[in-house]
């Protein structure tokens, strides 16, 4: 009778779960072993913006997200849970909408798509990309941003040469803008 490993599979139905300061492994010699280490920003420091946790039922995994904002935004399917497959690569994100000047929504999106990055765009913002707020291996919620809620702020990248002179009232260069993404 494994009873460290019957043990287990209750704890982690009861939400114990591998996260900052909360490691979750094999124990020499077989079963499983809980860690906790005081102060590593997990047990006791409260949940973050967007905390990732999983549950493991069969063949799935179900993902809850914590509510965090964008700009004062809050997610348009916050309090949301997905599931994926208990085993594989996926990846929790916030996607960003914006109309080329402000951010105006986002939505948070659990799947094996690799985050769409940002690319500079000329003379305005990106209007669409992706921040990877965790990776889930396997089951496990690996957090990828620091605790706190996300701060979109446009930013020139770089600029280039105007392929003709510029007409008067015209800037002599093309800007190429980013949104530069902060926690905090």
């Given at each position: 009778?494994?009873?460290?490993?019957?043990?287990?599979?209750?704890?982690?139905?009861?939400?114990?779960?591998?996260?900052?300061?909360?490691?979750?492994?094999?124990?020499?010699?077989?079963?499983?072993?809980?860690?906790?280490?005081?102060?590593?920003?997990?047990?006791?420091?409260?949940?973050?913006?967007?905390?990732?946790?999983?549950?493991?039922?069969?063949?799935?995994?179900?993902?809850?997200?914590?509510?965090?904002?964008?700009?004062?935004?809050?997610?348009?399917?916050?309090?949301?849970?997905?599931?994926?497959?208990?085993?594989?690569?996926?990846?929790v994100k916030a996607s960003i909408v914006t109309d080329g000047q402000d951010v105006t929504s986002f939505s948070i999106a659990v799947n094996g798509a690799e985050?769409?990055?940002?690319?500079?765009?000329?003379?305005?913002?990106?209007?669409?990309?992706?921040?990877?707020?965790?990776?889930?291996?396997?089951?496990?919620?690996?957090?990828?941003?620091?605790?706190?809620?996300?701060?979109?702020?446009?930013?020139?990248?770089?600029?280039?040469?105007?392929?003709?002179?510029?007409g008067p009232g015209e800037l002599t260069y093309i800007p190429y803008y980013v949104w530069e993404i902060s926690v905090a």
């Amino acid at each position: 009778m494994d009873w460290v490993g019957d043990l287990f599979d209750y704890l982690k139905s009861q939400r114990v779960v591998q996260g900052p300061g909360v490691f979750i492994g094999d124990a020499v010699g077989g079963g499983k072993q809980i860690t906790v280490i005081a102060g590593a920003g997990g047990a006791g420091d409260g949940p973050c913006p967007f905390e990732t946790s999983t549950t493991i039922s069969g063949g799935t995994a179900k993902v809850i997200v914590l509510p965090g904002t964008v700009n004062q935004f809050i997610a348009t399917n916050a309090f949301a849970t997905f599931a994926v497959d208990k085993t594989g690569t996926f990846y929790v994100k916030a996607s960003i909408v914006t109309d080329g000047q402000d951010v105006t929504s986002f939505s948070i999106a659990v799947n094996g798509a690799e985050p769409n990055t940002q690319l500079a765009t000329p003379s305005s913002l990106p209007t669409a990309f992706d921040v990877l707020l965790a990776i889930i291996k396997d089951g496990v919620a690996y957090r990828t941003i620091g605790c706190g809620s996300i701060a979109a702020t446009p930013a020139q990248a770089f600029i280039t040469d105007k392929p003709s002179p510029a007409g008067p009232g015209e800037l002599t260069y093309i800007p190429y803008y980013v949104w530069e993404i902060s926690v905090a």
